[in-house]
């Protein structure tokens, strides 16, 4: 198969970012199990853990469940008669931003206190001023997942309802249950106030950034997968900063392994159904609902 032209659109070029990623989650999975390290934080707020494979077996079954809820819908592709370079460089652009975002993390050392500011320029601001650059592009990707919501019809809600309810039982209501936050809040409205902050900057920026954006443009140059897995290691790593502290091996190993995985059913979840609202619910779960359920 011959490739349109683009550096990234080439088939080769999509096989190689596939393997590799899927060869990346694997081998750190093998490698936290060759050093002993199975047991994985699950939290920023706190050291406790949790076996890995906890966290594989929703994301895995939610897979699997998207897979075999209709319609399938065709994979987003570059018109080769259309100028895939804007794309192209906006892609590269957001790409540069997502690796930069926990490089600065790092250098500061104030997770606490840069965090917010370095996130909403990186993966807010940059964005925003590329589209703004180059709407061409910008309006060719809508017109795509505009198309896909179109074709979707009733789907679009319906879709998502059995992988949704699949993941959340295995989540919250099995013996693979992440266990509830201990940490005691001091006022009710201390409580919702966070739960709103922690779900804006997190899941409504990251979801943004990292599917609709940078995982929207990469399936147009690359095809489903590849772009599903790439944002997904490319999510993963900047959990390093928050949750690391047994070395870069490990550390990456585990965000690989954890976010890597729990990417790969998100990134899912926006390929088949375009339902932003759907990876707002999911995201804001892993992130506040053991909060939640520890006050019931």
């Not at 601001?125 to 505009?146: C, E, G, I, N, Y």
């Not at 609902?289 to 019931?296: E, F, P, S, T």
Request: charged share 10%; with cysteine.
């Amino acid at each position: 198969m011959k490739s349109s032209g683009s550096p990234l659109k080439s088939v080769r070029h999509a096989a190689l970012i596939l393997s590799c990623g899927i060869g990346i989650i694997l081998l750190s999975a093998i490698w936290l199990a060759l050093t002993g390290n199975t047991d994985i934080r699950y939290s920023a707020d706190h050291e406790s853990t949790v076996p890995v494979w906890t966290k594989w077996i929703p994301s895995l079954i939610g897979l699997i469940v998207i897979r075999l809820i209709p319609p399938s819908l065709q994979e987003a592709r570059v018109d080769p008669l259309t100028d895939y370079r804007p794309i192209a460089w906006q892609t590269w652009v957001l790409l540069a931003a997502a690796l930069l975002f926990p490089v600065l993390l790092a250098l500061t050392g104030d997770t606490e206190g840069w965090y917010a500011a370095i996130k909403l320029v990186l993966l807010v601001a940059v964005p925003l001023a590329v589209f703004r650059l180059t709407k061409s592009a910008t309006r060719l990707v809508q017109a795509h997942s505009d198309a896909q919501r179109s074709d979707l019809g009733r789907w679009y809600w319906l879709g998502p309802i059995l992988p949704l309810v699949a993941w959340f039982y295995l989540t919250y209501a099995t013996p693979l249950a992440t266990p509830t936050s201990d940490y005691v809040w001091p006022d009710v409205v201390t409580l919702v106030v966070t739960v709103i902050i922690v779900f804006l900057i997190n899941a409504v920026v990251e979801e943004m950034f990292y599917r609709v954006w940078l995982q929207s443009r990469l399936e147009l140059l690359l095809g489903r997968w590849p772009a599903i897995v790439l944002a997904s290691l490319v999510w993963a790593v900047w959990h390093v900063v928050i949750q690391g502290g047994r070395g870069l091996d490990i550390d990456l190993a585990t965000a690989f392994s954890n976010q890597g995985v729990q990417g790969l059913f998100l990134g899912y979840l926006w390929s088949r159904y375009r339902n932003i609202w759907v990876l707002l619910i999911v995201h804001g779960a892993i992130n506040a609902l053991g909060i939640l359920i520890a006050l019931l």
